[in-house]
């Protein structure tokens, strides 16, 4: 049943009662129309709904922007994780109904689920983040944490620090986000050493550290001596497979030189909580901007762990620092 305008509040009673059976492991929203009346306007409180379990490590860390937009103006914040498909529009509609304001989603799924609704509640703001959905609604915007920086910063060391001219890439899906990742990577390789192959796979999942591993030493078998993914938990099997095969893994969204100490020596980050934060920022003081909005080098976003730089060899540092400061100042174009 659709709900929206007047039948919200008769409707909310139903959808909490959805609510406490889709939220796996996280959650639920406990609707209110009467709080909804008074802390839409005001923009005080703001939620995060995504379809990743609990603890969630890039959940979390889109979560932490809106934390720390907490620590700063007191708005209260939540995040609903583990929804399930069959509950995306009920959860998406609870979060208007009890006035958070923005309304923010992670990833295409939810993504289209905001395209479909955001119409029926112009008032409230919507944020898609990590996505490249863009429905072109006034209140609607997409906030685009762009992966190529880090991942030609990645390539770079990966082009530099290959031995027999072969590199991998692990994705978890042929996906637009993850294809990003990848281009920005061999971009960066190529810079650095023209004529270096790279073999892509892909998981097939971003839950399974097995499938991983196994694809990882596939590509180990193949030549590969340095492997990124692209893969979120099934990344740690890739990093896992170069250790044991002693070989170099790069590691994605955050630093990982933990996930297997000495075969780890750079990160391509993914400031995804800054980035979010940002454009959270801006709509709870009144400088909403629907469309696009990319968070990349030229903004502000970390690329790197000052302990990877810190890190590098000699004669791979300086190389690495010109790359960091031309990406910075706009002279580095990647076309992915």
Same mark, same amino acid.
């Given at each position: 049943?659709? /709900? @929206?305008?007047?039948?919200?509040?008769?409707?909310?009673?139903?959808?909490?009662?959805?609510?406490?059976?889709?939220?796996?492991?996280?959650?639920?929203?406990?609707?209110?129309?009467?709080?909804?009346?008074?802390?839409?306007?005001?923009?005080?409180?703001?939620?995060?709904?995504?379809?990743?379990?609990?603890?969630? *490590?890039?959940?979390?860390?889109?979560?932490?922007?809106?934390?720390?937009?907490?620590?700063?103006?007191? %708005?209260?914040?939540?995040?609903?994780?583990? #929804?399930?498909?069959?509950?995306?529009?009920?959860?998406?509609?609870?979060?208007?109904?009890?006035?958070? @304001?923005?309304?923010?989603?992670?990833?295409?799924?939810?993504?289209?689920?905001?395209?479909?609704?955001?119409?029926?509640?112009?008032?409230?703001?919507?944020?898609?983040?990590?996505?490249?959905?863009?429905?072109?609604?006034?209140? #609607?915007?997409?906030?685009? %944490?762009?992966?190529?920086?880090?991942?030609?910063?990645?390539?770079?060391?990966?082009?530099? *620090?290959?031995?027999?001219?072969? /590199?991998?890439? #692990?994705?978890?899906?042929?996906?637009?986000?993850?294809?990003?990742?990848?281009?920005?990577?061999?971009?960066?390789?190529?810079?650095?050493?023209?004529?270096?192959?790279?073999?892509?796979?892909?998981?097939?999942?971003?839950?399974?550290?097995?499938?991983?591993?196994?694809?990882?030493?596939?590509?180990?078998?193949?030549?590969?001596?340095?492997?990124?993914?692209?893969?979120?938990?099934?990344?740690?099997?890739?990093?896992?497979?170069?250790?044991?095969?002693?070989?170099?893994? %790069?590691?994605?969204?955050?630093?990982?030189?933990?996930?297997?100490?000495?075969? #780890?020596?750079?990160?391509?980050?993914?400031?995804?909580?800054?980035?979010?934060?940002?454009?959270?920022? @801006?709509?709870?003081?009144?400088?909403?901007?629907?469309?696009?909005?990319?968070?990349?080098?030229?903004?502000?976003?970390?690329?790197?762990?000052?302990?990877?730089?810190?890190?590098?060899?000699?004669?791979?540092?300086?190389?690495?620092?010109?790359?960091?400061?031309?990406?910075?100042?706009?002279? %580095?174009?990647?076309?992915?």
């Amino acid at each position: 049943m659709r /709900i @929206n305008g007047s039948r919200a509040a008769v409707a909310s009673l139903a959808t909490a009662a959805l609510l406490a059976l889709s939220a796996c492991g996280g959650e639920s929203l406990n609707t209110s129309a009467s709080s909804a009346d008074s802390s839409a306007a005001a923009g005080g409180k703001s939620v995060l709904i995504s379809s990743q379990p609990e603890g969630d *490590a890039f959940g979390d860390l889109v979560f932490s922007g809106l934390q720390k937009l907490n620590g700063e103006t007191g %708005i209260e914040v939540k995040q609903i994780a583990g #929804v399930q498909p069959s509950a995306y529009e009920q959860q998406v509609r609870a979060a208007v109904q009890q006035g958070y @304001n923005p309304v923010v989603v992670l990833w295409d799924d939810l993504a289209n689920v905001v395209t479909s609704l955001a119409p029926s509640f112009p008032d409230t703001n919507f944020m898609i983040v990590d996505s490249y959905i863009d429905p072109k609604l006034a209140n #609607v915007e997409t906030v685009v %944490i762009d992966p190529t920086q880090a991942a030609y910063l990645a390539g770079i060391y990966a082009g530099n *620090a290959t031995k027999t001219g072969t /590199i991998g890439f #692990v994705g978890g899906a042929e996906q637009p986000v993850i294809e990003k990742y990848r281009c920005g990577y061999l971009a960066g390789a190529e810079a650095a050493k023209p004529g270096v192959k790279l073999l892509t796979s892909y998981s097939g999942s971003f839950t399974d550290p097995t499938k991983g591993q196994q694809v990882a030493n596939s590509q180990i078998s193949q030549g590969a001596d340095v492997l990124m993914h692209a893969a979120n938990k099934s990344g740690l099997g890739v990093l896992q497979a170069a250790a044991a095969a002693k070989k170099t893994g %790069i590691g994605v969204d955050f630093w990982q030189g933990d996930v297997a100490a000495g075969s #780890v020596p750079w990160s391509a980050l993914k400031d995804a909580g800054t980035g979010t934060y940002t454009a959270a920022k @801006n709509a709870t003081s009144g400088n909403f901007k629907s469309g696009i909005f990319t968070w990349g080098a030229q903004e502000g976003a970390e690329l790197f762990d000052q302990r990877d730089l810190d890190g590098l060899p000699a004669d791979l540092k300086p190389k690495m620092q010109t790359a960091i400061d031309d990406l910075k100042a706009g002279k %580095i174009t990647l076309n992915c």
